[in-house]
Nanobody, 124 residues
Framework: QVQLVESGGGLVQAGGSLRVSCVAS????????MGWFRQAPGKEREFVAF????????TYADSVKGRFTISRDNAKNTVYLQMNSLKPDDTAVYYC?????????????????WGQGTQVTVSS
């Protein structure tokens, strides 16, 4: 099984950039599809970005398209989320998630492993 640990969150001004990382332990990372989700206070956890196991598919929520980039380094067992042109609405706890099989990558219930989350706060 994969265990996930996020890092890189913090406080940034609107318009700034931040990169969050998720390091995975275990031997199945290279076969795992990875997603980033976020949860703001009082809101449901929502899909942000997805990358397939060999990076052949990458997709984003409409709210972050053109501003965020997901990538992975299977040699380092790490998935990244580069966030540019940040807005106050991007403030949330960001979670990475893994699954070896997905029918709907936007559906958080289809991911089998989750990290503990990292806080991203964007000030106006």
């Amino acid at each position: 099984q994969v265990q996930l640990v996020e890092s890189g969150g913090g406080l940034v001004q609107a318009g700034g950039s931040l990169r969050v990382s998720c390091v995975a332990s275990g031997r199945t990372f290279s076969r795992s599809h990875m997603g980033w989700f976020r949860q703001a206070p009082g809101k449901e956890r929502e899909f942000v970005a997805f990358i397939s196991s060999i990076s052949s598919i990458r997709t984003y929520a409409d709210s972050v398209k053109g501003r965020f980039t997901i990538s992975r380094d299977n040699a380092k067992n790490t998935v990244y989320l580069q966030m540019n042109s940040l807005k106050p609405d991007d403030t949330a706890v960001y979670y990475c998630a893994a699954s070896t099989g997905l029918a709907d990558f936007r559906n958080r219930y289809q991911y089998t492993m989750w990290g503990q989350g990292t806080q991203v706060t964007v000030s106006s």
